[in-house]
């Protein structure tokens, strides 16, 4: 329990702590694709837990933002992509306004990734290889399709996961008929690159008819 002013504890919470990775924006790739893989790798070198983790931003039905972290599942010059149920909350509100923001943080090395863009179905068969691909408790859990739906009791979660689990050990091949691989066409990619003097490293990627530009922003 904090007993104490929650302004002046969270101002007293430090950041940008240890050494941080040098950032040379003179020298950068044309594609934010490119420069995305680097900064990666250089992330899962520097023991950032879960660096394809990402927060991603979608258009609630009632028009307001909703967030929440997924998984990136791939990432190449045709988009960035995601998968989930498409009934789920993120399901109907792509399927509504086809547009969505991703956010990597990686605090450790005081890196943030930002994209922007719109956001497409993949075809059935390429879901369906991704579902399959998922752990088996992954798979049982999206089999149900009730995701964000009121839980009386976590009883009920695990006997309808465990029949689940049952239907899937009886049928393998079993695919959740909703679950689908979505892909994000960037138009916009930041990379912003944290400074303890607060001098701030931001290069921006925009998208044009005749490929990608890039530019420093002010921090």
Known sequence: MIDTDMRQY?????????????????????EPET??????????????REPHAMTLSTV??????NARVLILKNVDAGGWQFAGHAASPKGRELDRHPAAALTFHWPTQA????VRGRVRPEPAERSAADFL???AGSRA?????????PLTD?????????Q??????????????????????????EFWQGDKDRKHHRLRYARSTAGWTHELLWP
């Not at 969270?10 to 044309?30: C, I, K, M, Y």
């Not at 420069?35 to 950032?48: C, K, M, P, Q, T």
């Not at 976590?154 to 465990?162: E, H, N, Q, V």
């Not at 689940?164 to 990619?189: K, Q």
């Open 141 to 149: 859990e999206a089999a149900l399709g009730r995701q964000s739906r």
């Open 133 to 135: 691909a998922r752990p």
């Open 164 to 189: 689940a689990r049952e239907r899937l050990d009886a049928d393998p091949g079993f695919v959740a008929p909703e679950w689908t691989l979505y892909t994000l066409t960037a138009d916009e990619v």
């Open 10 to 30: 969270l101002r007293g919470l430090p950041v940008f702590t240890g050494e941080l990775p040098v950032f040379d924006a003179s020298g950068v790739p044309a």
């Open 154 to 162: 976590r009883g009920t979660l695990d006997r309808a996961l465990a």
């Open 60 to 65: 609630g039905t009632d028009g307001l933002p």
């Open 35 to 48: 420069l995305f893989a680097e900064w990666l790798a250089g992330a899962v070198e520097g023991g950032v």
């Open 111 to 114: 890196r943030q990734i930002r």
